[in-house]
Nanobody, 128 residues
Framework: VQLVESGGGLVQAGESLTLSCATS????????IGWFRQAPGKEREGVSC????????YYAESVKGRFTISTDKNNMTVYLQKNRMKMEDTGVYYC??????????????????????WGKGTLVTVSS
């Protein structure tokens, strides 16, 4: 199993950036898949995911309206388009997959401890 992130880098506040996560070795359609991020000195937080059981999407409140998650199922790749970026978007962005599907009992449960697979992360730095 592999999840390989790419697309990180240094951007200025207000700019856009798109991350990619190429996956292999598991059945992409059976997993909720998405993104976490970890800012310096902070815990890893769920940013966005695509649910496998409900077909919906989840976004953390801090990124709603600015970030968009999408997939290319033929290439088993998930993307995170980030617009109007802020300095607080700085961190290492990780791709992850959850076999349990993330959507349970009427809500999204996109948390680190539920993930089955992780990528190694890509660093995004937003400057002022």
């Amino acid at each position: 199993v592999q999840l390989v992130e790419s697309g990180g880098g240094l951007v200025q506040a207000g700019e856009s950036l798109t991350l990619s996560c190429a996956t292999s070795g598991f059945n992409f359609a059976d997993y909720a898949i998405g993104w976490f991020r970890q800012a310096p000195g902070k815990e890893r937080e769920g940013v966005s995911c695509l649910g496998s059981t409900d077909g919906g999407t989840y976004y953390a409140e801090s990124v709603k309206g600015r970030f968009t998650i999408s997939t290319d199922k033929n290439n088993m790749t998930v993307y995170l388009q980030k617009n109007r970026m802020k300095m607080e978007d700085t961190g290492v962005y990780y791709c992850a997959a959850d076999y349990r599907g993330a959507y349970r009992r009427g809500a999204y449960y996109w948390v680190s401890q539920s993930m089955d697979y992780w990528g190694k992360g890509t660093l995004v730095t937003v400057s002022s």
